[in-house]
């Protein structure tokens, strides 16, 4: 079965973030980046469906040069190969769908398993466009993922519950937290992944248009919490508790 | 002037309250862009739902149902909500941001051809303000295309208030054959309200130390008719279900009164509760990162002070 993951370039999300006092953007210098840990956990359950049953696994990425790193780690983990679709600056997410279905178009997965969603920018958007663009199912928020041949059977973490969804085969796939714990790389995996073939291509190449639908204008911080008040005892924190949240 | 969309959601044919929170972010939009709203309720059997959204004074309320709606599917769902988009001179598609609004309204969004925003927290009639990096960022947003698609943050808006009758009228769709079917729904049953809709949330972290040790945080919240929460680590340790989880990929809650206990405060969990009206910290960690957002926190070991807290509640309420 032939798998195509994605490996988004994202800010360390244990980093804590400011925005630049202009609005601007946010504030990178002294950042440290990582690949999107829900792609992280994609490309887990990817490797897991070639050890188990073989196959190929492609590694996607779109951004600068620099996400090459982390098409790398993916590598370095256990997929077979890796695709650097070379963009300079801002993509949406729908731009980043559209990509996507070329390369569907180019390399012919049986299946696509995403990040449900980046950390940077929270959208949540990529794996249900490109399953809209391309006419696919999609089974998204997956904690649980089984092949059955030319269908999966999928567990999806939904409000009040977890729903089961049959989907045809190809189809997309996003992934949550507890679809699987990844694999750190191990140093034989990062030796190897250096001869591991990477092509970088364009979007020109893939006859994208990248430009945007939505446009960022600027950036705020959220209004600050003024908390940090710390009580004696137990008597003072019911006391709080009484006057002024009005609890009991 | 183009019109807003509002899609409703339910939960075994009854409205969900979170819709009513989506439903003002309409109404306020409507007003900036001098348009109307519709609202969509789409499913087997649905028109119940739809009876009770309108008595909140909307343009018109428009009921899908057929056969092969009965349970959601992304992909029939989506191309309904297209369709009515395109027959009623909509500019805005918008629902809660729900599991279902998450996975549904994108695809809405390809479909449409249209730009989309999610998790948002208002419109100013030109630029869509949203959260971004675990809602440590707010971000202003201008989506280009003739249609826009956004998912509303309910926790950002009140509830809407009943506001007189609306029309309702009905739209026979068109379904695709899907290529995704559904199985099965494995609820978690509890007797305690959702997250996003309780007034009290108690939640809890690793410090509880294991899942028998979260009758303590049951307890306190079920004096309040609370919900009770858990943080990422809680759920992927095993100790509390999924649906649970607090956090910038779980639930985003704003509660009147919400008690974070032994949970040290994950930038993740932080966004997802920060917006609750009075937070009270309990954590032997006086360095934890939660007492810096706490409007009341006491720096001790919960084992000892729990209870103790919650029996004095009990007393004090005659329970």
Same mark, same amino acid.
């Given at each position: 079965?032939?798998?195509?993951?994605?490996?988004?370039?994202?800010?360390?999300?244990?980093?804590?973030?400011?925005?630049?006092?202009?609005?601007?953007?946010?504030?990178?210098?002294?950042?440290?980046?990582?690949?999107?840990?829900?792609?992280?956990?994609?490309?887990?359950?990817?490797?897991?469906?070639?050890?188990?049953?073989?196959?190929?696994?492609?590694?996607?990425?779109?951004?600068?040069?620099?996400?090459?790193?982390?098409?790398?780690?993916?590598?370095?983990?256990?997929?077979?190969?890796?695709?650097?679709?070379?963009?300079?600056?801002?993509?949406?997410?729908?731009?980043?769908?559209?990509?996507?279905?070329?390369?569907?178009?180019?390399?012919?997965?049986?299946?696509?398993?995403?990040?449900?969603?980046?950390?940077?920018?929270?959208?949540?958007?990529?794996?249900?466009?490109?399953?809209?663009?391309?006419?696919?199912?999609?089974?998204?928020?997956?904690?649980?993922?089984?092949?059955?041949?030319?269908?999966?059977?999928?567990?999806?973490?939904?409000?009040?519950?977890?729903?089961?969804?049959?989907?045809?085969?190809?189809?997309?796939?996003?992934?949550?937290?507890?679809?699987?714990?990844?694999?750190?790389?191990?140093?034989?995996?990062?030796?190897?992944?250096?001869?591991?073939?990477?092509?970088?291509?364009?979007?020109?190449?893939?006859?994208?248009?990248?430009?945007?639908?939505?446009?960022?204008?600027?950036?705020?911080?959220?209004?600050?919490?003024?908390?940090?008040?710390?009580?004696?005892?137990?008597?003072?924190?019911?006391?709080?508790?009484?006057?002024?949240?009005?609890?009991? | 002037?183009?019109?807003?969309?509002?899609?409703?959601?339910?939960?075994?044919?009854?409205?969900?309250?979170?819709?009513?929170?989506?439903?003002?972010?309409?109404?306020?939009?409507?007003?900036?862009?001098?348009?109307?709203?519709?609202?969509?309720?789409?499913?087997?059997?649905?028109?119940?739902?739809?009876?009770?959204?309108?008595?909140?004074?909307?343009?018109? @309320? #428009?009921?899908?149902?057929?056969? $092969? /709606?009965?349970?959601?599917?992304?992909?029939?769902?989506?191309?309904?909500? =297209? %369709?009515?988009?395109?027959?009623?001179?909509?500019?805005?598609?918008?629902?809660?941001?729900?599991?279902?609004?998450?996975?549904?309204?994108?695809?809405?969004?390809?479909?449409?051809?249209?730009?989309?925003?999610?998790?948002?927290?208002?419109?100013?009639?030109?630029?869509?303000?949203?959260?971004?990096?675990?809602?440590?960022?707010?971000?202003?947003?201008?989506?280009?295309?003739?249609?826009?698609?956004?998912?509303?943050?309910?926790?950002?808006?009140?509830?809407?208030?009943?506001?007189?009758?609306?029309?309702?009228?009905?739209?026979?769709?068109?379904?695709?054959?899907?290529?995704?079917?559904?199985?099965?729904?494995?609820?978690?049953?509890?007797?305690?309200?959702?997250?996003?809709?309780?007034? @009290? #949330?108690?939640?809890?972290?690793? $410090? /509880?130390?294991?899942?028998?040790?979260?009758?303590?945080?049951?307890?306190? =919240? %079920?004096?309040?008719?609370?919900?009770?929460?858990?943080?990422?680590?809680?759920?992927?340790?095993?100790?509390?279900?999924?649906?649970?989880?607090?956090?910038?990929?779980?639930?985003?809650?704003?509660?009147?009164?919400?008690?974070?206990?032994?949970?040290?405060?994950?930038?993740?969990?932080?966004?997802?509760?920060?917006?609750?009206?009075?937070?009270?910290?309990?954590?032997?960690?006086?360095?934890?990162?939660?007492?810096?957002?706490?409007?009341?926190?006491?720096?001790?070991?919960?084992?000892?002070?729990?209870?103790?807290?919650?029996?004095?509640?009990?007393?004090?309420?005659?329970?």
């Amino acid at each position: 079965m032939k798998v195509l993951v994605t490996a988004k370039r994202v800010t360390d999300p244990d980093m804590k973030i400011k925005v630049k006092a202009d609005g601007s953007g946010i504030e990178l210098s002294g950042m440290s980046y990582k690949i999107n840990p829900f792609d992280e956990i994609a490309i887990e359950e990817a490797i897991r469906i070639k050890e188990q049953s073989g196959g190929e696994v492609i590694v996607a990425s779109i951004g600068g040069d620099e996400a090459q790193t982390e098409i790398r780690t993916g590598l370095a983990m256990g997929a077979d190969r890796g695709i650097l679709v070379k963009t300079d600056g801002d993509v949406d997410s729908d731009a980043v769908a559209r990509v996507l279905v070329k390369l569907v178009e180019k390399e012919r997965p049986d299946l696509v398993i995403m990040g449900k969603q980046a950390v940077d920018l929270d959208d949540n958007q990529v794996p249900q466009l490109l399953a809209g663009y391309l006419g696919w199912g999609q089974a998204c928020f997956a904690s649980k993922l089984q092949i059955n041949g030319n269908t999966a059977t999928v567990a999806r973490e939904v409000d009040g519950g977890i729903e089961t969804l049959e989907i045809d085969l190809p189809g997309i796939i996003s992934a949550d937290l507890r679809l699987n714990e990844p694999r750190y790389p191990t140093l034989p995996g990062i030796m190897k992944a250096k001869k591991k073939p990477l092509d970088t291509i364009h979007p020109a190449d893939l006859d994208v248009d990248i430009t945007p639908k939505v446009v960022v204008k600027g950036f705020s911080n959220p209004p600050e919490r003024k908390g940090g008040r710390i009580v004696a005892d137990v008597p003072e924190l019911l006391k709080a508790l009484k006057d002024e949240a009005g609890a009991f | 002037m183009a019109n807003i969309l509002l899609i409703a959601e339910d939960k075994k044919r009854e409205l969900k309250k979170v819709t009513l929170n989506a439903l003002t972010f309409a109404k306020q939009a409507a007003e900036k862009i001098n348009g109307q709203v519709i609202v969509l309720a789409v499913g087997a059997g649905i028109s119940k739902v739809a009876e009770e959204i309108s008595a909140y004074g909307v343009s018109k @309320v #428009i009921t899908a149902e057929t056969d $092969g /709606l009965e349970n959601y599917i992304a992909e029939t769902w989506s191309a309904v909500v =297209a %369709d009515v988009t395109r027959a009623n001179d909509v500019g805005l598609v918008c629902m809660a941001s729900t599991s279902m609004g998450k996975d549904l309204m994108p695809r809405v969004a390809a479909t449409l051809g249209a730009g989309m925003a999610s998790d948002v927290l208002g419109f100013d009639g030109a630029t869509f303000t949203r959260t971004m990096w675990a809602g440590n960022a707010y971000a202003n947003v201008e989506i280009t295309t003739p249609i826009k698609v956004c998912t509303v943050q309910g926790t950002a808006f009140d509830t809407a208030e009943k506001a007189g009758d609306s029309p309702v009228e009905s739209f026979m769709p068109t379904i695709p054959e899907a290529k995704t079917r559904f199985i099965g729904f494995n609820e978690s049953v509890s007797e305690r309200p959702d997250l996003t809709e309780a007034s @009290v #949330i108690v939640s809890g972290g690793r $410090g /509880l130390k294991g899942s028998e040790n979260f009758k303590l945080i049951e307890d306190l =919240a %079920d004096l309040f008719g609370g919900a009770v929460g858990a943080t990422r680590a809680a759920v992927d340790a095993g100790w509390m279900p999924n649906d649970l989880q607090v956090g910038q990929t779980g639930k985003i809650v704003a509660s009147d009164i919400y008690f974070a206990i032994g949970l040290s405060g994950a930038i993740q969990h932080m966004a997802g509760m920060k917006n609750s009206k009075y937070i009270i910290a309990i954590n032997k960690d006086e360095e934890a990162p939660i007492f810096e957002i706490a409007d009341a926190g006491l720096v001790a070991d919960l084992f000892k002070v729990l209870p103790e807290i919650t029996n004095t509640i009990r007393k004090e309420m005659g329970k």
